[in-house]
């Protein structure tokens, strides 16, 4: 691994010479056990605690198969499907790998008694498998993270309509928390060459998304002048939803829950913000009970922000808690879409006010290459920045997970794999320096 290291290090390291690297016949990789799935029970959510399910283990190095890379993974980032898998709900993800194992002998390879889980990584390719003509050794790459097999017809308009679409990371093996990853070689993309190796991991997952969803034709196709509300917008998607709306002339009204993550929202430029906490928003008066009265307290607040505008999108995840509320502050014939449900997956919304107000419900999840790559090229282009707060060392990746699952951090929250230390591989100095405010927004607020 420290030959490798030093390949990349040098920065000008060739080809066939990485290609020719000796590789290691094991790696270190951040587990979750199949033995321990069960360790939680009877636990409440907020409870069960990442720093008892992640492990750093020492694992073996993966076949690589065709159309597939092996990439030394400098950095990556906490998801918060790391928090979902180390506190294994709503399913264990093993019950993803044994689905995924049973398709075919290749992908047999992943169903395995432990999972080595992220979805985020920036690194460098060290080996292409059978098929691959567009990577070779030393490229710099970050990945996306949607696998698919694309045997079947119905994915090839929009290829997260594969039937075999899965998260790479989260439903297949091999992720990015670790120091080698196996990847199919459509999810590879190019690094942004003014960032290091932390600052680049951190966006693929969230800011993917986040474009999907908002900019999109396939999520809500946002337009200039389009009053966005936007929930957590200084957390993970929220932060990259926050520069699109802003970047598209769009006008964000940012939903947070302190006064820190209101200045952060300003800071990159929106002007209109609501701290939920401060102003004690309480949509549920009971666990099963909503208070409509609460719905018209926010949608006046909003309009007394807009002047007296309603969202014309509603950039949904919180979903139980929010969703009756996001519903009903949408403006007539306005859209709200959704990518998750971090507070509950079971909805209760009064839809009277979706009908007769012809306002529409978008599903939206993850992003297609495409969309994943036009996401990429504005990070290239220092149109959109990575939102990194801090970054841990691979064996702190479990109180990395728990800062999520706590609310505990800002933006995105990064991992040093290989790295040795932050600030490694920005390989255009110049552009970085044009935008180093911008990029280091987020760092240790
Ligand atoms: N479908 C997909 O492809 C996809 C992709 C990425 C993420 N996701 C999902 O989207 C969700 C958010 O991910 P993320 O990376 O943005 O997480 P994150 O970094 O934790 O940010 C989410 C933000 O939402 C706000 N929030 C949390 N609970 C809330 C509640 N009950 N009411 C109102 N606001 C609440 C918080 O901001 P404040 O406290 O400041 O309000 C929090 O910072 C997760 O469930 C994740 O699994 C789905």
Not at 214 to 227: E, H, R, T, W, Y
Not at 344 to 367: C, P, Q, T
Request: proline share 5%; hydrophobic share 40%; with cysteine.
């Amino acid at each position: 691994m420290k030959e490798i290291l030093d390949a990349i290090n040098a920065g000008d390291t060739a080809p066939d010479a990485f290609g020719s690297l000796a590789l290691p016949t094991e790696y270190r990789a951040v587990t979750v056990h199949a033995d321990e799935t069960a360790m939680f029970e009877g636990v409440s959510t907020r409870e069960k605690d990442p720093r008892r399910s992640l492990h750093l283990d020492s694992v073996p190095v993966p076949p690589l198969g065709p159309g597939e890379a092996l990439v030394a993974v400098m950095a990556s980032a906490i998801n918060y499907n790391t928090v979902w898998t180390s506190i294994f709900e709503p399913v264990p993800t093993f019950a993803f790998l044994r689905k995924y194992g049973r398709l075919s002998s290749l992908t047999k390879r992943h169903d395995l008694p432990y999972h080595v889980i992220g979805s985020d990584l920036a690194g460098v390719v060290l080996r292409t498998g059978p098929g691959v003509n567009r990577w070779r050794p030393g490229d710099e790459v970050v990945a996306h993270c949607l696998s698919v097999e694309l045997e079947d017809a119905a994915g090839h308009d929009d290829t997260m309509l594969d039937p075999e679409q899965r998260i790479w990371g989260f439903e297949t093996n091999f992720g990015g928390l670790a120091e080698l990853a196996l990847v199919k070689t459509n999810q590879l993309m190019p690094k942004p060459a003014h960032l290091s190796w932390e600052e680049a991991a951190c966006p693929g997952l969230v800011n993917s998304t986040a474009y999907r969803q908002l900019v999109s034709k396939n999520g809500a196709a946002m337009k200039q002048g389009d009053i966005v509300l936007v929930w957590g917008a200084s957390g993970g998607l929220g932060s990259y939803a926050t520069q699109y709306a802003l970047n598209g002339g769009a006008i964000p009204v940012c939903v947070v829950s302190s006064p820190q993550k209101a200045d952060i929202c300003r800071a990159m430029g929106a002007e209109l913000v609501v701290d939920r906490t401060a102003e004690g928003y309480r949509f549920w008066s009971d666990p099963s009970t909503q208070n409509p009265k609460e719905w018209q307290r926010f949608g006046a607040r909003i309009r007394e922000l807009t002047g007296g505008e309603d969202p014309d999108i509603v950039f949904e995840h919180p979903g139980r808690e929010t969703f009756g509320a996001s519903v009903y502050v949408a403006r007539r014939g306005g859209t709200v879409v959704t990518c998750a449900s971090t507070s509950g997956y079971l909805h209760e919304y009064d839809n009277r006010y979706l009908w007769m107000n012809l306002k529409r419900i978008i599903g939206s999840h993850f992003a297609n290459y495409r969309e994943a790559w036009e996401a990429n090229r504005l990070v290239q282009k220092g149109r959109v920045h990575p939102t990194l707060s801090r970054t841990y060392a691979l064996a702190e990746a479990g109180q990395a997970a728990f800062d999520v699952h706590r609310n505990l951090h800002q933006g995105k929250v990064g991992v040093l794999c290989l790295a040795p230390e932050e600030g490694l591989g920005v390989r255009d100095s110049a552009l970085r320096e044009r935008y180093r405010s911008a990029i280091e927004r987020f760092r240790n607020v």
